[in-house]
Each structure stands twice: as C-alpha cells, then as structure tokens.
C-alpha cells in the first residue's frame, strides 16, 4: 500500500536556525513528489514538485531534494514568515492521478 | 496569479441535508479533483474528474457523494443525506493540459462543512 511519513511533526526554530523536514515514501512506480505549505484555515499552496531520485529544487529559503525513499524539505536561514505545516504527498504509478499526503509537519519560527 | 474558488467557505448543515460545494477551477486546466481534510487527520483524496466523467474515486467516495461539471467553469460536490462524519474542510484541486496529469495540483482554500 502506497504510504508517506513525514517527520518531525512538529519543529521549533529560532529565527535564522537551519533545519530539514523529512518525507519518507513508500509507492509504486512514483511519478512525482509534491512540497505544499498550508496556512491554518486555507488549502495547500503548492512549493515544489520532484520527479525522479537526485532531483533538488530551491525557492528563496526552501529547498527540496529526493532520494528513492525519501524527501528533504531544508530551511535555511528561517524567517517567523516561514512558520506553518508543510505537507509532503506522492502520486504513484498506473493510471492514478491521486496525492497520497503525509500528516505534515509544523513548523514554528521563532523571532 | 489564477486560482481555484470555493464557495462558501463555511456550511453548517442539519444531518440528512443535503449540500453542494462548489468549485471554480483554473480555467485551462483538465483535471479536477476533491479531497477532504478532517480536523487533525490526513488531506484523503474522495475523486478524480476528467472528460466529464470520474476516473478514480476512493473507498470514501461512495453512493451518498456526487460530482458534476454543470457548466464550463464550475465544478461541484454533493453529498445526498450528510452524516456527522461528514464535517471537514473540502478542498476542490485542479491540473495539467491533456497528458500532463502529473502536474502539480492547485489547490483552493476549502470548504468548512458543519454537520450539526
């Protein structure tokens, strides 16, 4: 059964401390591997999308890379603007177009 | 920036009722889905729509639930006869040019659904 686990499920940082986020997967066949961010009370906003292993992706502070079993969501140098959960999901091989989403993680920065 | 709708952003219901969300999807996309997201739990796919027909609906997805393409822009999801288990956000998502299925998925803000 195709699964994601995200770790930690929560994270505290203080303005400016670097850290990763982790996406662990298991699916069949992966055609891709989406980094969304999600505010309280509003949908997921779409981040990165990773298609095959050894695969990075940067946006400002954020940078996602790939492996056949997992997926690291680095921050660098976090603001307090950072702060909110990020959410990991996978579609897998075959005809499906579902995301299979992982719990997220929230993450807290501190000023 | 185009964006996916919903509306409304909030629906409180009596058990039994039925309820329409609905769903503006970005207009050159394909693709639509909706996904459910209960308080504290997992964002779980409910279904997929493409070519005016479901092309794959979860174990969730069953005889009380619906979906419609009634025009060229809006694209809705009916639960016939809620359920207190009903209560979640809704997010309705949309992707991809024929072919392109592997998109990202761009999701609106949801609908809070309260069954009371």
């Known amino acids: 059964e195709d699964q994601v686990t995200q770790s930690p499920e929560a994270l505290r940082l203080q303005e400016g401390e670097s850290s990763s986020l982790n996406c662990s997967y298991t699916v069949s066949g992966l055609r891709g591997l989406f980094w969304y961010r999600q505010d309280p009370g509003k949908g997921p906003e779409f981040l990165f999308t990773?298609?095959?292993a050894g695969e990075e992706k940067e946006k400002e502070r954020l940078k996602a890379t790939l492996t056949k079993k997992e997926s690291f969501l680095h921050i660098t140098a976090p603001k307090p603007e950072d702060s909110a959960t990020y959410l990991c999901?996978?579609?897998?091989?075959?005809?499906?177009?579902?995301?299979?989403f992982g719990t997220g993680t929230l993450l807290a920065v501190q000023p | 920036e185009p964006e996916v709708t919903q509306t409304p952003s909030h629906q409180v219901t009596q058990m039994g009722q039925e309820v329409i969300l609905r769903c503006v999807p970005i207009s050159n996309h394909l693709y639509f889905y909706w996904y459910r997201q209960i308080l504290g739990q997992k964002v779980e796919f409910l279904v997929s729509f493409y070519n005016n027909e479901i092309s794959e609906k979860s174990e969730i997805f069953d005889d009380q639930f619906s979906v419609e393409r009634p025009d060229g822009s809006n694209f809705t999801l009916k639960i016939r006869s809620t359920k207190l288990e009903d209560s979640a956000m809704y997010f309705c998502?949309?992707?991809?040019?024929?072919?392109?299925?592997?998109?990202?998925?761009?999701f609106g803000d949801g609908t809070r659904l309260s069954i009371l």
């Open positions: 999901a996978v579609q897998g091989g075959g005809a499906t177009n579902k995301l299979i």
């Open positions: 998502a949309s992707n991809g040019a024929a072919g392109s299925s592997n998109q990202p998925q761009h």
């Open positions: 990773l298609y095959s």
